[in-house]
């Protein structure tokens, strides 16, 4: 079997926060601890979804076209990618499918 690439240690360190709080013994303060990172959450998807655009802005500023630049990106589409750099969101794009499928 082919290794996996190595996750970057910052996303390691969201996952091991993630079992930090599956460690919490007592129900309440796991329940407490949860509701309260859940809580601030979208402000942090919002930083972290404008800190992707305005990197990916950056590798294309740099010459790398949209598919080279969704394949960093995991595998997804060069019309992701570019997606992603006009700071459109899978939210967006549903929005805008259910309002052409309602003309």
Do not use: N, Y
Not at 29 to 48: M, N, T
Not at 55 to 64: D, F, I, W
Not at 76 to 95: D, F, H, L, Y
């Amino acid at each position: 079997m082919a290794d996996e690439p190595q996750q970057p240690e910052e996303v390691q360190r969201l996952v091991e926060a993630i079992k930090a709080f599956e460690a919490i013994e007592d129900d309440e303060a796991c329940a407490v601890a949860v509701s309260q990172a859940l809580k601030d959450w979208p402000d942090h998807q919002v930083a972290l979804r404008e800190l992707r655009q305005q990197r990916v802005q950056a590798l294309k500023a740099q010459g790398k076209t949209w598919e080279e630049i969704g394949r960093l990106l995991g595998g997804i589409t060069a019309a992701r990618a570019q997606q992603i750099g006009a700071g459109v969101s899978g939210a967006q794009r549903r929005k805008a499918a259910k309002q052409e499928t309602a003309e």
